[in-house]
C-alpha cells in the first residue's frame, strides 16, 4: 500500500507540474560557479576570525561526502539543492546572539534563495526514478542538518554555536563548489 | 529488538508508535505477534519503513482576508518535528468560483500572498496543501474556505500603473504612469527576494530606494540597490496624494542578470597591409569588468564591402576573445564592420554596434617605392663614405712620405755621411767626383756575376721543381763571391 501511495504521489506530481518557462538548466552549472564564489566570500564578511574559545565546543558532524560524488548529474544537482534549502532555514533563524554584519547576511540569503528557486525549476522537471534509488545518501544528508540543527538549539543559539555552524556551512558550500566545476 | 510503545497488548488492529519514533530518518523494522492468554504466535514477517518517507504531510493551517477586490492569504505549515525544515514547503493553492461551471486554478503561492486578478464582489472557494517538490512528497489540502471579494476601492485611481523596468549595462531604471498627476509625490520601495519565502511578516521590511523618496518624476534610477549576485528584488511604488493619502501600485521583480539588457559593444578598426584588426570593448566595460566577468561574452561580427553596388555578401564571424582579424582583404577597399556581444549563459544579446569602416591600403607601389628609396640612399652613403676614406688614406700616404719616409738607399752609396740622407733631394756635386773612381773597378768584377746570374736563369728554366734548394746554393756561392769584391774595393 505504501509503495502505491508513494507512485500515486509521484504520477500526481508530473501531472500536476505546471509548464515551467525554459530557464538555462544545461547553463546552470557556469552559472552558480560565480554565485557560490560569491556566497562563500559573503559568508567570511559575515563575521571575524573563528573565535579561539569556541574550539573546545566543536562537534564532528561528519557530512556526507559520497553525496557529492560527482557520478550522475541530477542526482548531484538534487543534493546540491537540499544542502542549500538547509543552509538558508538554518541562517534564517535568530542570529542576533552571533552580533554579524547583517547587510552581509541578507546579501548571503538572497543570493542563496534565487541559486534553490533556479534549481528547483530545473531539478524538479526531470525527477524521476533516479530519487529512489540514491535515496540513502539523501537521508544521510537530513540527518546531518537535522543534528545541526539540534546542536544550535540545545547550545540556544549562542554565539559559538553560531560560529561552528558557520563553519560548517563554508565547508559545505567549499564542497559544493568543487562539485559544480565538474558538472 | 525492542519494545514499540503504545503498541503493547493492543486490542484493536492499529496502534499510534508515534512517540517511539526519534529517528526519522533511520530504516525501522517492526514485526508483530498476537497473544492469547499463555499462547504467542509466532512474528509475523518484517515490515521495514523509514518514518520520513512513509510520512504524509498534513494539512496546512490558513487565514484569509478580503479586502480591496483581492484575497490576502497567511499560511502555516503543518506542525511536526519531523519537519525540521519548514521553509522547504511549497504551498500550492487551488482556487475557483463558487458557482456550477467553475474552472480549477492551481498556483504557487508564498506564506503570506495576495491573489489577485480576481473578479470582485464574487465567492471563491480555496484549498491549500504543502509540498516538498525535493523529496516528490504532496501533502493532504486544508479544509476548503471560500470568502467573498469586495469590490475595488475608489482610491485606485491613485496608484501608478504599468510600472515596467528599463535596464541597461546594468543600469537599472523603474518607470510608471499615473493619470492623476495633481499633487503627488511617489515613494520607491523595495524588498529583497528571500523575504517572502519566510513565515515572518514582511511588510515592514520594504525599504525605500535611495534618491527615490518623495520625488514627483515617474521614473528611478534604482542601481545603487543592485548587486549582481545578491538574488532578485521586488520593487513597487507608493504614491502618496494631498490629505496623506496613499496607494501601491503592483510589484515588479527584477531579476539583475536576467532583467538586464546588454548594450552594444565599442569597435576600434586598425589595418595592417594583409589583415584588419578588430579591437573590441565589450558593453559595460567603462564601468567596470563586471558584465564580462558574470555573462562570459562571445561577440559575432558582421563584416562586407562597402561598394557602389549594394551586392556584396555579409560574412559572419563568431570569436570569444576581444580581438578579431580578418585575412583575405582585396586592397584599396572601404570595408565595413560592426559587432553584437551575445551571452550563451544567459542567452541574451546585445544590438548591434555602429558600423566602423576602414579602407585598405592600395597595391604593393608604396612599399616598393620605400624599399627603392631606403637602397639608394644606402648606395650614395656608402660612395660617399668609400671616397672619404680614400682620400683620407692618400692625404695620410703623402704626408707620411714627406715627412716620414719610411725607404733606405743602397748599400754602396750608405757610406757618403750621414749628411747625404737628411736631405736626399739637394745636389751634392763634391760626392759624385770621388764615385767616378769606385764604379770603374766594380763593372770589370760585375762581369762575371752576369755570368752566374745567366747560368743561374738557365737552370731554372731546364727545371720544374725544387728551385728553391738549389737557388739557394748559387746564391750563396754567389754572395761570396761579391764580399771578395769589397775586400778588393
Known amino acids: ?183 | 529488538w525492542k519494545e514499540l510503545s503504545g503498541c503493547q497488548k493492543v486490542t484493536r488492529m492499529e496502534c499510534d508508535f508515534s512517540s517511539a519514533i526519534t529517528e526519522y530518518y533511520d530504516t525501522h523494522h517492526v514485526r508483530i505477534r498476537a497473544e492469547r492468554r499463555e499462547e504467542v504466535s509466532p512474528w509475523s514477517s518484517i515490515f521495514e519503513m523509514i518514518p520520513y518517507c512513509i510520512a504524509q504531510i498534513g494539512p496546512p493551517e490558513i487565514e484569509l482576508q478580503s479586502t480591496n477586490g483581492v484575497i490576502k492569504i497567511k499560511v502555516s505549515p503543518p506542525e511536526a518535528k519531523m519537519w525540521i525544515n519548514p521553509l522547504n514547503f511549497k504551498y500550492n493553492l487551488v482556487i475557483w468560483e463558487n458557482s456550477s461551471s467553475a474552472e480549477f486554478r492551481s498556483l504557487s503561492i508564498f506564506p503570506t500572498d495576495i491573489i489577485d486578478d480576481l473578479a470582485p464582489d464574487t465567492t471563491y472557494c480555496l484549498k491549500v496543501q504543502a509540498t516538498i517538490p525535493l523529496d516528490l512528497k504532496e501533502g493532504l489540502f486544508s479544509p476548503i474556505h471560500c470568502v467573498k471579494t469586495t469590490h475595488k476601492a475608489v482610491n485606485d485611481l491613485v496608484c501608478a500603473t504599468n510600472v515596467s523596468i528599463f535596464a541597461l549595462n546594468m543600469k537599472f531604471h523603474l518607470h510608471w504612469n499615473n493619470q492623476y498627476k495633481q499633487h503627488v509625490s511617489y515613494n520607491v520601495q523595495y524588498l529583497m527576494g528571500y523575504l517572502k519565502k519566510l513565515y515572518d511578516d514582511y511588510s515592514m521590511k520594504w525599504l525605500n530606494v535611495p534618491r527615490c523618496e518623495n520625488i514627483t518624476d515617474t521614473q528611478c534610477n534604482f542601481s545603487s540597490i543592485i548587486t549582481a549576485t545578491s538574488g532578485f528584488y521586488y520593487l513597487r511604488v507608493q504614491t502618496m496624494s494631498e490629505y496623506n493619502k496613499s496607494c501601491l501600485s503592483d510589484e515588479v521583480k527584477v531579476d539583475p542578470l536576467i532583467t538586464n539588457e546588454i548594450g552594444p559593444p565599442d569597435v576600434k578598426l586598425d589595418i595592417s597591409d594583409v589583415l584588419l584588426h578588430i579591437q573590441i570593448s565589450p558593453p559595460g566595460a567603462s564601468e567596470s569588468d563586471f558584465m564580462r566577468d558574470y555573462y562570459e561574452f562571445s561577440y559575432r561580427i558582421l563584416y562586407w564591402k562597402n561598394s557602389s553596388n549594394n551586392e556584396e555578401e555579409i560574412k559572419m564571424k563568431e570569436i570569444k576573445q576581444t580581438i578579431g582579424t580578418v585575412s583575405d582583404l582585396t586592397p584599396s577597399t572601404l570595408y565595413c564592420v560592426k559587432v553584437q556581444a551575445f551571452s550563451e549563459l544567459y542567452n541574451k544579446s546585445s544590438h548591434y554596434s555602429k558600423e566602423e569602416c576602414i579602407k585598405t591600403p592600395g597595391d604593393k607601389i608604396l612599399p616598393l617605392i620605400i624599399l627603392a628609396t631606403f637602397i639608394t640612399a644606402l648606395i650614395a652613403v656608402c660612395l660617399v663614405a668609400t671616397t672619404l676614406v680614400f682620400a683620407l688614406y692618400q692625404a695620410y700616404s703623402k704626408i707620411k712620405y714627406v715627412f716620414f719616409p719610411s725607404c733606405q738607399p743602397p748599400l754602396n752609396i750608405e757610406h757618403f755621411g750621414g749628411q747625404l740622407f737628411s736631405s736626399p733631394y739637394l745636389p751634392t756635386a763634391e760626392e759624385l767626383i770621388e764615385n767616378c773612381s769606385i764604379i770603374e773597378t766594380i763593372i770589370t768584377e760585375e762581369v762575371n756575376q752576369i755570368d752566374f746570374k745567366d747560368y743561374k736563369h738557365s737552370k731554372q728554366s731546364s727545371r720544374d721543381s725544387g728551385n728553391y734548394s738549389n737557388d739557394d746554393d748559387t746564391s750563396g756561392s754567389k754572395v761570396s763571391g761579391e764580399r771578395v769584391e769589397k775586400e778588393i774595393v
Request: net charge positive; proline share 2%.
Open chain 1, 1 to 183: 500500500i505504501m509503495n502505491a501511495l508513494g507512485l500515486i504521489q509521484i504520477g500526481l506530481v508530473l501531472l500536476c507540474t505546471t509548464t515551467i518557462s525554459s530557464l538555462q538548466c544545461n547553463h546552470l552549472p557556469l552559472q552558480q560557479r560565480k554565485v557560490i564564489k560569491n556566497s562563500l566570500q559573503l559568508l567570511d564578511k559575515m563575521g571575524k576570525k573563528f573565535p579561539r574559545q569556541c574550539l573546545r565546543e566543536k562537534m564532528s558532524f561528519r557530512f556526507p561526502e559520497q553525496v557529492l560524488n560527482p557520478g550522475q548529474k541530477e542526482i548531484v544537482k538534487v543534493a546540491i539543492e537540499e544542502i542549500f534549502q538547509h543552509i538558508f532555514y538554518i541562517f534564517s533563524k535568530n542570529v542576533t546572539l552571533a552580533a554579524w554584519n547583517g547587510i552581509a547576511l541578507e546579501q548571503f540569503q538572497n543570493g542563496l534563495y534565487q541559486q534553490i528557486e533556479q534549481l528547483e525549476a530545473c531539478v524538479v522537471k526531470k525527477q524521476t526514478h533516479y530519487f529512489q534509488s540514491k535515496e540513502v545518501n539523501r537521508l544521510k544528508l537530513k540527518k546531518y542538518f537535522q543534528k545541526i540543527d539540534c546542536f544550535l538549539k540545545d547550545k540556544q543559539h549562542n554565539l559559538c554555536s553560531w560560529e561552528i555552524s558557520r563553519a560548517e556551512m563554508r565547508r559545505c558550500l567549499q564542497l559544493i563548489d568543487k562539485v559544480v566545476r565538474k558538472l
